[in-house]
């Protein structure tokens, strides 16, 4: 913890440089991070695929979407307006004008260490914040290397870098960032449980909190869906990332006119995935994150079956080094507890639904509410889907899977999953502090709402 | 508390039709609520004044605020836009949609019973949300009043008045609203140490706050002021409603060059200010709510007293019958604990600096984030005052007092003040749920990031 | 002329008035002006039915929208919002800054002598602007009733009632609108050919047009539609206001599948159309507005026949009272010259398509590209049509008529439809100038770019 | 000619290929065009150097500026964002779609080869329209360079280069693009003369312009002003590019307290002004673009003379090789014509005023209304500047200079100067097409402002 109070503070003064630095400026040292990131983006998906354990593409991937973050910071760093707003009072010039925070604290989980940290750090730095960041205590190679590679164009460019201040540690560095009076804004990636009672301990503080929490996200697939697109969806979405996505697809809700022969082709394309290293070419699944995660694998399987789930497919470890377990899929009434909560593998709960009022109902019965998805080609669907009666979720899709979210949105959901906002949109506005100002330039004082005083 | 379950019961399922209103439609009701209140402004006005105690320019100026809000809302039902946002992939719509949230908690003070239901219930009426409104237990006159015309517009058109649902009850109610889970919203305006509380137990339950807690406002004056402008703006922001505004200013920071010439003037004002009967032409200062309050500021003088601070100018309650007390003046060092609370009555603290650097720290000292204020005419002081390096609250004035805010811009603050934002601008959006969307129209499955799964 | 020139030379004196009053306070202005319409809603639509000779409902849906576009304006006399742009120099503040332009020319044509007028004046007038409306020489009445009701409310506020001045006359107060300096902005209404004389003489001294000129509006039925609600449409398309919008639907694309029994129902419920007075209850379509315009229409069907046209129905004027005509439907070619220009009245083209391709391109074929409409049930027909492949007008419906436009959207069309968008979105901006402001508040003088000079 | 129909016909080809491809990619080509640019800054930068005859700092200046621009417009692709507006109509969807134009004319002038074509191709790209570019006949370098770097990183992508398809030649050519129905969209900069032709040529094929025509531009300095700092901007404003942007300052208004001790100043850094090849490190003012210009200048001395203006410095061509002339200060009433005019080399007109009110008045009184700066510190006239009675042009500044604008707001001008505005804040929406959509996924047909037909 001397650690932390050392980085904390080379951070915290690095603070009143970096926010007196003119936005379009840290933008463009936010573009030489994206050049720096992009120069390496094959060897660190490698590092990624290694370390957390998700297939190259992804790995990959997961890297592009750090650069994709950089790029479009770069333009925001131009576009942080505030609003000059008509006043009612004559003489006067009424503002709304945004301004940084100062640190933000960013807290992300072994399934997304370098996307969650673009999302945040990206948009936090053109805000004119220094960033704290504890990456997850399992993935320390990514966090040192991401480190780096950032510290090197500080440098490079003359400025300190502690500007980005990254920890490797683990629940103890949580809890610093979250009792720091220093950090205005923490930006928590990980459990309902956890999330929450950081929330409890930086709100106590009066700081604020941006939530990314468990999801329990569902596909419905109505009738006339293009049942094809939808399989490879479902399996893209359950499987992906070894079920290890926030936005991993968990319950299967098919209309009962389709559900056999859905599940029927399911099962199929479920039977050809490959399992093996995640960095050969054509595996689609590769182990779980940790032996923890497997052994919680099989424990959700054992409530599974004594709630009365029907295994349908897989539903057990596979013998071999490494964490590998077998995709599954299970048959299971809404009403099952564990359907509740977020089981954290390629575990899939399908269902049946006779109408769309219900299938929603039952996308809407659980107490998180990160992303849905319905495939349909009814516009009338499409648009309640959409609409005020139909998904609560923050993400909701249609003819897409739960997962794979574009950053030019806003990322993250409702309820138990924690209501915050990330990546595009005007998600950068939680990174700033905003002040309404009204300037009377005049000599007279004229009162709001027509007062009179004195 | 039966009484509390049969409205919410009621609101409740007055949300399922309140919703699927077109939000023009439920403008056009808003705007027959502004008109309803704007044919008896006078005689609320009136009320208000008799109730809370406050004078009846600023009565009558309370409900014009309210009337502001609905006039306002109506234009803004055409205007809760989402966006479309470019897609990365072909023949896929991203969108962002509005959804309303269903129902709106509101938990009002004694000190604005008007215009903070305005700021919150005609947004959260035209956004799709039933209200649930609990006004203060000192002021149920006008919680009825209120009712009863926002009601008889509601049945005129043949809708469930239970959409606004009004409460006059204590703490109960106000606990009641906090554990609701029906409740997804509760906007709360109070005190920090209750505002926390019910923050606690909503972010408990997944829901979510908009907080307006206390203030401790200051007002800087620079050697270049405008003095007589300042000192008129001084007399508002503290003895304005007998000192009960969360934007009262009670710090006074005063450059040393006009210290001494600055306080001289401004105790001149405050013995020239009228005490008495409110709804009297000619009065300035009004008693205050409650024998309480009258309590809390006889011991805010004492511990003034304990704690250094001279008494410049009155510090006395009067006797008569009512809870009146004098507008007082008090030199006090910045560093006296006293100055970091809010005492809720006519009480300036006021303190002397050498540079605007110094005077921005003071500023920004205590808990607080309310309101401030400068008196300058030099750009420089003005821009660096509204900058990363200024003022650290939600609303920074220059050449106004602390209080007296439009409705166009955002109310509220930071820090202890609880960071909530009301009235105008982007404010509408606390009061609906945010979806990111994405339509795949096409027949393909492209995935962001370039991914490639299968 | 002379009265053009007294009228012209008071508005103008008017403008340093009205654009100094703070934009929510003429917002205040507008809202009175709303609530004094409302309370002749009937009277001036039964005025506006019988001079211009829309049916009764239309007339008073007319008169709706402008209390609409006022009731609008309000709440957007609070939110004409500049932007404060991050400066990429130090101690600079970038701003974006909205001014009045001063005096708004607004040219209206017979069929909406109130709506059009709603759109630009209630706009105008929050935006700061006085404005100068010649109103059609054919509705002398509408003019003058409207212009006292507006001048009642600006002279019950002290303010002068040249703030909107009103003219009668013909093409010769056109002219000396187009033709006058002190007129920066005018919005015309009226035939492709007229409007382009106007830009070029409003632009040859430096002034601007918003345009809406002539349409040509197709709608396309698809063969999955509701064929029931696409028939509904077209009639009310194709037959409303007798033919006499600008978004009339004139041109009737036809899925081949479909083209007969579309055809036959459509001629059937074409048969039902009561013809009539127009005040009377029942009636569909009145009469053409004047003797010039029958002639018109029978001059076109000639041409329709001398082209290769086969009239279905109607064809000929009613011998009557009155400038009464049959509703018209035409099998023709797309490549028929007539079906290129605008006749207007109730004659619709029919035509056939194969694919959606051939329909699109038959739609935007013609010189105009106001409004258009598909009727269809697939998301990707759907999204085709509004996206960059699709219909190039600048209204781009599904499954509604080409008319009834909603005032919280952006009205205008492209192409011959001279370009112009009024009423909602951010239409208000083209009645303001937007200044890009730098304020450098310290003492450096850094240049953008980097650039070191001297 | 057959070159212009050959490369105009690949171009028009080339637009449906660009335009289908989604917006976040079209902005990856556009990093990429940044970044090939980035590479070769000092080269392009020495170019355009030599060829247009402004001095290295500001050659590398410029080309920043389109690197800035390519920058840019990455974020930008990402948020061309459309509106989802509330529709009055139950099941209805409202929304604001932006689509590409297709092909967009974009004809330079000499001065600004770069940063022009900046502002309008990378935006224009982005947007989705291919660009047709017609850089000054008198710098062919600089065209062929920019147009073979932009190439070939379109050929590295597969995609057509004619995408960005660049001619060289001179009035034939932009009569050939302003002429061409294919090109909804010409953006032209020029004089003021020109640019109206091209107005009338195409807006009589229906059209639309995006023109930045003659500025005439003027300082104000007040007597509170910070003289040296105004002394620096003026000479930076009228000398800088030897007085050939359009930007430079023509004018300067001198309050009579400070006129001639700042003419004093102001003369005596003129004379340390170093002229001569623009490529050497410590040059000022290199020569003027061509012979024409040069006898341009003398013509203008002359008629300076004789309408009473007073040379005070300069006033000749330099004998030497190259069009060099004296940086000029001239002496003259507001009231000559040719202070009216735009005079393109380095020639100040010095007045003097006794109010704010009086020097906007002259400031507003030319027909050009592009740039104008006043230099004040006090906030009533800094305010009163850029509001409604300030000055009339699109850029209002504050003690910064009349050019040099950053690339995150709007540039452009009032009256004379065209209208247009590129680069920043909303300029994109001017590269396309905007749709108002409605959707109806009910199977009702509610019509707008409650109307009941048939």
Partial sequence: ????EKGMSACFDAAKTWMAIPAPKRGEIVRQIGDALRAKLHHLGRLLSLEMGKILPEGIGEVQEIIDMCDYAVGLSRQLNGSIIPSERPNHMM??????????GVITAFNF?????GWNACIALVCGNCVVWKGAPTTPL??????KIVASVFEKNNLPSAIFTAFCGGAEIGQA???DTRIPLVSFTGSTKVGQMVQQQV???FGKCLLELSGNNAIIVMDDADIPLAVRSVLFAAVGTAGQRCTTCRRLLLHESIYQTFLDQLVEVYKQVRIGDPMEKGTLLGPLHTTASKESFLKGIQNIRSQGGKILLGGSAIESEGNFVQPTIVEISPAA???REELFGPVLYAMKFQTLKEAIEINNSVPQGLSSSIFTRKPDAIFKWIGPHGSDCGI???NIPTNGAEIGGAFGGEKATGGGREAGSDSWKQYMRRATCTINYGSELPLAQGINFG
Wanted: proline share 8%; net charge negative; charged share 10%.
């Fill in 113 to 117: 260490p370098c996307a969650v940290l």
């Fill in 142 to 147: 990514i966090t040192i290397a991401m480190t």
């Fill in 95 to 104: 503002m709304e004008v945004w301004n940084p925070l100062g640190v933000v």
């Fill in 337 to 339: 507890p564990v359907v």
């Fill in 177 to 179: 960032i979250a009792l």
């Fill in 396 to 398: 909701v899709n249609v």
């Fill in 203 to 205: 709100s106590a503080r």
């Fill in 1 to 4: 913890m001397d650690d932390y």
